[in-house]
């Protein structure tokens, strides 16, 4: 996640005509995809104000994911 804000982000931002700020920022993705967004969009919500998850992959551990999502 550090590295998709700070340099991949970043570069998207200064190379094309984006909204950078929170409110116009999003995650997506599917299986492990959709976890990472999950997390990121929790994790960063100060960066990601929303995120597309699709059919996350936390199924062989929802036991973590749920306990690190009480937090």
């Known amino acids: 996640m550090e590295w998709l804000i700070h340099d991949f982000k ?7 005509r984006t909204l950078p700020d929170r409110e116009h920022t ?3 993705g ?3 995809g959709g976890l990472m967004s999950l997390y990121g969009v929790m994790e960063f919500n100060h960066v990601f104000s929303r ?10 551990r929802l036991e973590s994911f ?3 999502q009480e937090k």
């Open 30 to 32: 599917s299986s492990m």
């Open 51 to 60: 995120a597309g998850a699709l059919s996350p992959l936390y199924g062989w």
């Open 26 to 28: 999003f995650l997506a």
């Open 66 to 68: 749920l306990s690190w």
């Open 10 to 16: 970043s570069e998207i931002d200064r190379q094309y």
